[in-house]
């Protein structure tokens, strides 16, 4: 049965929904602590070569603009924003162009090119995973003072918080680099990393934090430029990073569990985006996808930040046409259809 919305008693059934709708917005804003995933452009205002604040990213952005993600439009912490009728956008908290009346209804800490271990972000000189949490602290006090006490701990105790992190510590790391090779075998770097995601975690809760979704490794061996060094298997995807990235993610999921038993009413999601976008990777036609193996910025095999640029003229017209848009980080349109389903399979709960 239908009610027709211009009889007035639809009208009251749409007013009673509305109004529904409005008292049970739980979620006020939208923090987001993690690596170039989630970071809208915090890279822009640090000395490193870890940027995208120039064409051809951004360019389906809207106003065509390099904001500093690494896309060519919007990343996930955007639309799940905009999947909890906030704003579509979030911007990075360094970024001057922005203050606590932005941030107030949600605000970006992550910072491409980090980790969870401090030798990540070491590499490239970005902002370290500590460093992110300072930075919330100070934009806890600007809050207070911009909202007052009271108003400003209801948003920081009913803010979903988005962490994404973790692919740099492998890839950028330890496997690209000597010293955590020398100190622990691959199981023992994940524990490390555990441990340190521990902290981080409870560091957040102690803060105020409450409802957290931490999401873990992507299908990292599927990535374009593993692919592009894997020759001997005719760039296939590795499976090794795969499977490490699968063990890696049962153990964060482990550690969720026992941090729900423990923290007294911590709200912490494991939100899975492996499965989905190993899912995508595979079967790319389900989604519309013609191309998986390759990025479209310049040849699609080894680009990203500067390079995008400098092999610019390869870069492929329809962004969309590619589950990938560098050789590290997925499309717009690949993002939007990971979070649709993180929204629907793990957050919904916070709606
Ligand atoms: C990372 O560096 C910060 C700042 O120097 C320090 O406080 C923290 O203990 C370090 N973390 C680890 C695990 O070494």
């Not at 298997?233 to 090794?240: A, L, Q, T, V």
Request: glycine fraction near 8%; hydrophobic fraction near 40%; charged fraction near 20%.
């Amino acid at each position: 049965m239908a009610y027709n919305i211009y009889t007035p008693w639809g009208c009251f059934l749409i007013q009673i929904l509305i109004l529904f709708a409005k008292s049970s917005a739980k979620v006020p804003a939208v923090i987001v602590f993690g690596d170039s995933s989630v970071d809208s452009g915090n890279n822009n205002q640090i000395p490193t070569i870890a940027r995208s604040n120039f064409q051809p990213y951004g360019r389906d952005f809207l106003g065509g603009v390099a904001t500093g993600r690494f896309s060519n439009g919007r990343i996930s912490p955007d639309f799940i924003s905009e999947a909890f009728g906030l704003k579509p956008t979030i911007p990075a908290y360094l970024d001057p162009m922005y203050d606590i009346s932005d941030f107030a209804t949600g605000v970006c800490f992550a910072s491409a090119g980090t980790g969870y271990d401090n030798a990540t972000s070491d590499v490239l000189n970005v902002i370290p995973l500590w460093k992110e949490v300072e930075y919330y602290k100070d934009y806890q006090t600007k809050l207070r003072a911009y909202a007052g006490s009271k108003k400003a701990n209801e948003i920081l105790r009913e803010a979903l918080y988005l962490i994404s992190i973790g692919t740099n510590d492998f890839l950028e790391n330890y496997y690209a680099l000597l010293e955590r090779r020398m100190q622990f075998t691959p199981q023992q770097y994940q524990d490390f990393l555990v441990g340190l995601a521990q902290n981080f975690i409870k560091e957040l809760h102690s803060l105020g934090a409450r409802k957290i979704s931490l999401t873990g490794l992507p299908p990292m061996g599927c990535l374009p430029l593993e692919r592009t060094n894997n020759i001997l298997e005719d760039n296939g995807c590795m499976e090794g990073y795969n499977i490490l990235a699968l063990e890696f993610n049962g153990k964060l999921k482990t550690l969720v569990s026992k941090m729900n038993k423990e923290l007294p009413g911590l709200q912490l999601v494991s939100a899975n985006a492996y499965d989905i976008f190993l899912h995508i990777i595979r079967k790319p036609s389900v989604y519309g996808f013609e191309v998986t193996e390759q990025g479209c910025c310049g040849t699609g095999r080894f680009e990203m930040g500067s390079l995008c640029d400098l092999y610019n003229r390869f870069t492929c017209t329809d962004a969309n046409k590619y589950v990938f848009w560098d050789s590290f980080h997925p499309s717009q349109k690949t993002s939007q259809i990971i979070s649709n389903h993180l929204v629907k399979n793990y957050l919904a709960k916070f709606l």
